[in-house]
């Protein structure tokens, strides 16, 4: 599918089009969040009654963490338990959460990108709840396998990269920061042609990742300035809903609680709505190419 | 006495009141061991050819038979040796270089009036001991002829050669000659080297002679007062050090000197070229650290201290204490910048203010590093923490990313994870994680935790008071305790027979808040005198202290408005307490609190899931 339209006028009217995948990935975000919140809250409402709560709740100040959780590392001489109750809750769901966050965080990607990429490939058509399910279980699979490419590259670039800048930095930091600002640009090459591909196979209405990747490299080296622009308006938009978020968030004091929750979820809508300027950019790309 | 005598006196007592004293002293220390030392430093070789004269005074009251050299570079002679075995040849995260192995010989001994004496080392052969021809009697002073060389090693254990960034070479000479140990109760008090042990040594006075390359600047305890160069392309460089218990120098091309006046002292920070953006931070914690201890516990006595930059390739020198000239580190976690990343990072400043310290607990009260670390690490890091709250209030000392953590705080999460190590005991009878947590952590969180029971002045005044008793000497635990108790008044068993000498712990905790009651239960065998502050629905409040002295308290209040919340400790100071987390209850659910940080754990889990989904 090839367009006349400029790709980024076209990724702007595709991400003004498709602003009901704002409020759907938001809610997935916030869903699954709540879900894995559900243990630890319980822990913290065990310690309901702590002083020590109305402290974390002014500034969550590293001392007290440490003398929450350091009973858990700690072999009591007396035998006693020294740990307070929900706070083991708490450091285990904690524990639990790091673990299991990457597993679904890939999983909730990948059955959303088909979804995603398919509404802003159509979106001279109507948009449907029902189409964007059908569209998100089409493509799992596919997408589930490009984000597990992803993932892969960035184990590869990662855990070598770990052992070399220490050394490298003993050496020269000079040296130590082009290799980590060499191991970024290349995960960010990565995940674009990954993504990329995505928004061609979707484009395509295909489920092959030959044709994904293909179409992925064909935009790389076909419209290469195009993919820059893209990639710029992109960065600049999630820069700039971090700096909005920085310069508000010391505004509002830790135990305002309502005023925190507003500005933190604007802050994860604005995140949400970067990345998806993002895939509407890709889906621009591919379908100019 | 006619005019012209009594003008003649007054003009006397004029010129004698306006003229300062050459040097402020405090006190003067007993001369038991001076050395007058000529040394060559051959850089090529890394060997110094040494000639000292020792003259040592029996102040005792026993007769001396023999005599008991350090010989501390053996150490590193070779894996084998008891440093190196105990140590796992590593100290402190930097590794033995067996191809650059240190040593020092001792190649002529004899006495002041010729007689030889025959030397025998003892076990690893850093220790050795010579018989006298006659015992020396109380009050006899006996002069000693010693030749020896020494090689120094690649930097280990805070001592040897670098190569600097400019590919030069840097010598950091510490326990490089050798050295008499202390007489005490009848026997020679030295033991070998061990890996965590210290230092030991009598006060005296050292003038040290230093013959090298010309283009090379020396940093070296106390004054310098020669300079001699002798055309061949070297220099001697001469030191006086008064009053001291070591000597230790330094020596690289490429120092440059920065200095500043503090008081009565001149400071000078040797620094290397690579870190000339430390300079001002440098200068800065320096003066902070001479003002405060100085007004804390008595005037810093020497006419100038040195503090010694060392080299990237060199941080095996780095922190480390010696009188009059201390070796700070440069570079931290994120190197020279202090502001990166998000994190505040102080290693420069915590290096040198701890090190600083040590000039009044080490330097001059003297105690002894081998048997008893705790004393002069903890009084040091009690001291520069200390100094740390009054420089980075509101436990600014360290951050990340908004989060704070003070030095203090710093030391206690190190000491809850290992709580019940006493702090007393010889420094080789703890593994090297025990030793770090009995001497620094524990030692430090327990003078801090007196200090919240004695109260600031009190605790001041036990921390000036024992200085200046034992400012020159060698005091023990027991004269610690001695002093403590007597300037406080107080029986402080808690602190000496629970923290000191056992591994007793406490957690405070509350256990209940009822309308008219609530309970508070002591957790672990130490008993920790404590404050307990209640409040009740009409604000008002009743602070409450307890000894501490059974297993829990119930306090009543029949008459009164309900209670709001019980928190002990609420000054937040005693540190000993293992989780401060459990200090403080409401009689009620806090549901704005519980909503302000879910909201918080709530966005945390968001932001994850974000990043980690390519967002």
Known sequence: ?289 | MGNPMRRLLCILLLIVTLIPPARARAAAAQDVASYQIDVTLDPQTKVLQGQETITYTNVSQQSIPDLAFHLYLNAFRSTETIFMQESGSSHRGFTYDTANPGSIEITALRTGTGEELTLTLVEDGTLATAELPEPLLPGETLTLEVSFTARLPRVFARTGFAVDAAGDLFFMVGQWFPKLGVWQDGDWNAYPFHANAEFFADFGDYTVSIRLPEEYVVGASGIPTGQVAHGDGTQTLTFFAEDVIDFAWSASPNFKVASRQVGSVEALYLYLPEHESTVDRALEIIELSLLNYGEWYGEYPYPRLTVIDVPASGRAAGGMEYPTLITGEASGILGQNPNAGGFVDRNLELVIAHEIAHQWWQSMVAFNEAEEPWLDEGFTDYSAARLFDVIYPGGKAFEFRGAQVSYFEMRRMEYVLNPDIPMLGRAWDFAFLDYATAAYSKSAVALSTLESVLGDELMLEVMSTFFQEYQYAHPTTEDFRRTAESVSGQDLSWFFDGLVETGATVNYRVVSVGPNQAVIEKQGDLEVPLTVRVEFESGSVITETWAADGPSLTLTYPDSDPIRYVQIDPGGELRVDLNSGDNGMAAQVQIPAFLAVFVRMLYQIQNLLLSLGGQ
Do not use: H
């Open chain 1, 1 to 289: 599918m090839a367009s006349s339209t400029p790709p980024l006028r076209q990724m702007l009217a595709g991400w003004l089009a498709r602003w009901q995948l704002i409020i759907i990935l938001y809610a997935a975000n916030l869903g699954l969040a709540l879900l894995l919140a559900l243990v630890p809250a319980f822990g913290l409402l065990q310690m309901g009654r702590l002083t020590a709560l109305n402290d974390a709740a002014q500034a969550i100040r590293i001392p007290l963490i440490w003398d929450l959780l350091s009973p858990l590392l700690q072999v009591d001489p007396q035998g006693e338990t020294m740990g307070i109750q929900g706070a083991g809750t708490i450091g285990l769901s904690f524990v639990l959460i790091g673990l299991a966050a990457p597993f679904l965080a890939l999983l909730m990607a990948s059955f959303l990108a088909g979804g995603v990429y398919r509404a802003f490939a159509r979106s001279s058509t109507a948009f449907s709840l029902g189409g964007f399910l059908k569209d998100s279980l089409a493509w799992f699979f596919p997408a589930l396998a490009v984000y597990l490419l992803i993932g892969l590259a960035a184990v590869v670039l990662l855990i070598p990269s770990l052992v070399l800048v220490p050394v490298l930095m003993g050496i020269s930091r000079l040296l130590g920061w082009l290799v980590i600002a060499l191991v970024v640009v290349l995960f960010s090459l990565v995940l674009l042609v990954g993504e990329l591909a995505l928004a061609a196979m979707t484009a395509a209405n295909s489920r092959s990742l030959g044709v994904g990747f293909s179409g992925a490299f064909r935009c790389l080296f076909k419209r290469p300035l195009s993919v820059l622009a893209v990639v710029a308006i992109a960065l600049a938009a999630a820069a700039l809903v971090q700096v909005i978020f920085r310069l508000l968030l010391p505004l509002a004091p830790g135990d305002q609680w309502l005023l925190v929750l507003l500005l933190t979820q604007l802050f994860v809508i604005g995140r949400v709505a970067a990345r998806l300027l993002r895939n509407a950019g890709e889906t621009a790309l591919v379908t100019s190419a």
